[in-house]
């Protein structure tokens, strides 16, 4: 008996302890899902919610039965909205327009935040703060404001740019350029922060052994900073990415200036014409739902590269 009471009272012990541990997991997974519900709340009342009444509005579209007397009534069209967009000749030029605007403003507003952040970065810079604000600063003013800015600047009468530009930035041939450059002025500055806190975070001490091995300032950003910012530069590059395909605020606002920019000059304008100005608002679901579906798309194109660079 007193040998086989130590090996039952153990084996009591090992059942407690598993059971106090399935315990404490579930106390920690009820904690988690209340710490989570906050953010699904606001996720399904913000992005979820809509993007489902969306697609259920893009179901449906508008028609008058009879004389019309009796008002539009809302008739099922299953696949029509989306058929209808898909070979509407407005909202594949604003898809051209949009994928012109992103070739030239991500490579662009990506490398310039890239190039600040590296200059700032260095071991030369001085006053970095000062410089980090003075760059931030466009990222401050609020977007119509900005675009209101610069579309006095690009104005043939009262604006300097015009004069200065071999092409007029307000008409056909040269306003693509003129909102990239809109855009990229007010966000190269907060993409670049974004890269200055990375390579903030680099390891000095693989830093000062790339000194000792003799690689000079280029070598090292180019060879060590880079690489070890990689998954960052290619969250900016998704997000950048989603931002050129909701392209909305600096078309709007040169709308008003010039007749080179149309009502439905991007997906996004063409949308909000067709929801707030001919009340379509299954047409406009059914362009709302094309155009997140494009974004996921790509961003997961973008994600599964950045995976793939990041297993090599």
């Known amino acids: 008996m007193s040998v086989l ?19 404490r997991g579930r106390r920690s997974g009820r904690g988690g899902l209340l710490l989570a519900a906050p953010f699904a709340l606001l996720l399904t009342a913000t ?3 809509p993007v489902c009444y969306a697609a259920y509005l893009s179901l449906f579209t508008d028609r008058l039965s009879g004389l019309g007397f009796g008002g539009p009534k809302q008739v099922f069209v299953l696949l029509d909205n989306y058929r209808d967009v898909l070979g509407d000749r407005a909202f594949l030029d604003g898809v051209g327009h949009v994928a012109l605007f992103a070739l030239i403003h991500i490579p662009l507003m990506t490398g310039g935040a890239l190039l600040l952040a590296l200059l700032l970065d260095s071991a030369v810079a001085r006053l970095r703060g000062l410089w980090s604000l003075a760059v931030f600063l466009p990222y401050a003013v609020p977007g119509v404001i900005a675009g209101l800015i610069w579309a006095y600047l690009y104005s043939p009468t009262i604006g300097p740019v015009d004069d200065l530009l071999p092409f007029d930035p307000l008409g056909g041939d040269g306003v693509l350029a003129a909102i990239a450059n809109m855009a990229t002025w007010q966000w190269c500055g907060y993409n670049m922060i974004i890269f200055l806190t990375a390579l903030r975070s680099v390891p000095r001490e693989t830093l000062e052994a790339a000194r000792v091995d003799g690689a000079g300032p280029l070598r090292t950003a180019l ?21 050129s395909l909701q392209l909305f605020t600096e078309p709007l606002v040169l709308h008003g200036f010039t007749g080179s920019v149309t009502t439905d000059w991007t997906p996004s304008l063409y949308v909000y014409d067709s929801a707030f100005v001919n009340n379509e608002y299954g047409h406009a679901a059914a ?8 974004s996921a798309l790509l961003s997961a194109l973008v994600m599964r590269l950045s995976a793939g660079r990041s297993a090599r």
């Open 223 to 243: 060879r060590i900073k880079v690489p070890m910012i990689r998954p960052t530069l290619f969250v900016a590059l998704v997000f950048t990415l989603i931002g």
């Open 47 to 49: 992005v979820l919610a």
């Open 287 to 294: 362009a709302s739902i094309v155009l997140a579906l494009a």
């Open 5 to 23: 009471t130590p090996s039952r009272t153990t084996g009591e012990d090992r059942t407690d302890a598993a059971s106090r541990a399935v315990a």
